[in-house]
Antibody, heavy 119, light 108 residues
């Protein structure tokens, strides 16, 4: 079964750091394009970052320079390192698998992990 | 521009047709996708590449596109279709992903 399980979300103070994990099963993250998407309380979906199979990465302007996406192929896991956290980063963070390199839709989503940044 | 605009809400009686639009210049170059998110649940992909339906998605959900607008149509709306719906695409270079603001569909 294709599945994504996020972990690592917690309450952190403004300015702090956190690393989220997204463990995949049923497919290889090494050969997939993997996204992070977040959803603030009562708000819509906001794309955060993507890591391609080539390990090339891209970020939303709101997190560029503060967040870093990476992966460990041996663990079939994708990570999101978050630094200089702000109150507006408070959200449920989902990782999501893209259908293919050129098909940007995301067909598999994790259940999400909650990050709360206290000011 | 790299923004996607959706109406905030739509109310439709059961059995009728709901049409949710998503507009943005980038849709002239990139396919749109649609997600359904029921209250407290994870988003589910219901339409991709403008018109394709993933396995398991009911046929009453369909997608279309015209110029800078993509449309999600729900034929014969059911009470269980009450949810937030988001359109999504990528920027023209394919590096960043974009989501619309979401449309809350209420089945009256």
């Amino acid at each position: 079964e294709v599945q994504l399980v996020e972990s690592g979300g917690e309450l952190v103070q403004s300015g702090g750091s956190l690393r989220l994990s997204c463990a995949a099963s049923g497919f290889s993250v090494e050969s997939s394009s993997m996204n992070w998407v977040r959803q603030g309380p009562g708000k819509g979906l906001q794309w955060v970052s993507v890591i391609y199979s080539s390990e090339r990465t891209y970020y939303a302007d709101s997190v560029k320079g503060r967040f870093t996406v990476s992966r460990d192929d041996s663990k079939n896991t994708v990570y999101l390192q978050m630094t200089s956290l702000r109150a507006e980063d408070t959200a449920v963070y989902y990782c999501a698998k893209q259908i293919s390199f050129y098909t940007y839709a995301m067909d598999v989503w994790g259940h999400g992990t909650t990050v709360t940044v206290s000011s | 521009s790299y923004e996607l605009t959706q109406p905030p809400s739509l109310s439709v009686p059961p059995g009728q047709t709901a049409r949710i639009t998503c507009s943005g210049d980038v849709l002239r170059k990139q396919y749109g996708s649609w997600y359904q998110q029921k209250s407290g649940q994870v988003p589910v992909l219901i339409i991709y590449k403008g018109t394709e339906r993933p396995p398991g998605i009911p046929e009453r959900f369909s997608g279309s596109n015209s110029g800078t607008t993509v449309t999600l149509t729900v034929n014969g709306v059911q009470p269980e279709d009450e949810a937030d719906y988001y359109c999504q695409t990528a920027d023209s270079s394919g590096t960043r992903r974009l989501f619309g603001g979401g449309t809350t569909l209420t089945v009256l």
